[in-house]
Each structure stands twice: as C-alpha cells, then as structure tokens.
C-alpha cells in the first residue's frame, strides 16, 4: 500500500475526562470523525486509556484508525501526550501513572463524571479516583513512553495553563528536538510543531488538523509520527 496524507486530529477527550463533555463517548467521537473525513484520531484522557480500546474497535468499523492516547500531567504539573498503535502498550503505562496517583476521590457532582463505555454508549464504571494528578517526572515519562514505542509531545505550549512554557517558563535545551502541540501562535522557529483540537466537546473535534504522510494503518502512523513526516498548513 502506498503512502498517503492522512487529517489527524490527535488529541481528543472522552467520557472518561471529567472535564469532558457528556456526549463525549467513543461512537459519538467516531461518528464526528468520520462526518468530517479526519482519517486518524486519538483518544486522550488524563492519565487513562480505559475507552481507547472501545474506540479503536469502532474506528476499524467505521475506517477510521484510532491511536491509544493518554494526556499525561507530569510531576511538574504540565501536560504531554502519549500515542500508541496497541492497547496493551498504553495500558502497560497507564499502569505506572496509576501508581503514582493518590487516593482522592472525585466529587461527580463538583468536578463532572469519569466514565469507561462500551461501544453502544452503556457504562461499565464509574472512574472514583481523581484522574488529573501529577504523575511521575517528565523525563521518566519520556523514557517510559519510548520503552513501550510510544510517540510522545508536548501539549498545548501556548496555552497559560498546565502548559510547559506556562509551568517552567521556559523549554530546556534537552527538549529543544522534541514535538510541541501549539494552538495558534506563531512556531517561531520551532521544526515539529503539530496542532489538534484538545477537543471537550462534540463540536471541537477537528478544528485544528495537521497531517501526517502514511500508510493507512495504526502501525505505520506511530512510525511516521516518530520520524516526523508531518506538517501544517497555515490557516
Ligand atoms: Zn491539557
Ligand atoms: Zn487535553
């Protein structure tokens, strides 16, 4: 099969986010991603692949590839994302995040509710421990990602809060050759800079895009992510 420029919008909340919206299920995201022709997705829920899997079943139904995504709030207290082709390798990090969090209970009527579906939108559970706590250090977060041929970037740069440039104030040089996910800024010089939707909401999904030159398939995306073949257009 021969390469081809896939719409990926890599950076999707679901149910499972308390700061999602309700309507945030897989289908309804598949639905969403398939209206709009994206080809590739992620889901990314704080600290937590558990509706990744789901999705990733309905994305080979409905021809869409779906990355298993996790945003990641490090020790530091700013956001990275995680991607990965297999389930089992995003659940074998997710595993180490867990162990780091403590045992504070969401308040569901305060803070929203954390919620794993099945395809057909019925609840399997109900996530009690608060999910968005900071985790381990970015640096292990980094190793730990690569470990499990993982795709790792920085999140949302521009923005004031829970950003790396927002928390450190700065990008250290160790970073300098890394991917950072931007909104709207200028890159200034920066080379791999991606932008997705950070979607909360039905209707954000795809509104910021970039591409991806591919093989259609989850396997290749991951490679081709790691090697950088991407890029955006300007608006
Ligand atoms: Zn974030
Ligand atoms: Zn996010």
Redesign the pocket.
Known sequence: MKKSILKADL?IHSVLSACASLDMSPKNIIEKAKELNIDVIAITD?NSCGNCEVAQRLGEKNNIIVLCGM?I?VAEE??V?ALFSEISQARAVEKKLHEKLLPIEIDEDRNGYQLVVDEDENIIRHEKIFLNQATLPCDDVIKLVKENDGFFFF??ID?DY??ILATLGFIPDKYQDMTFEIYGFDKKGMEKTIRNS?AHFIDWIGHRCFLIESKPDKESVIKNLLTSNFYYKED
């Open positions: 950076h704080h945003e709030t700013f956001h994302v999140s949302h923005r829970y950003s950070d």
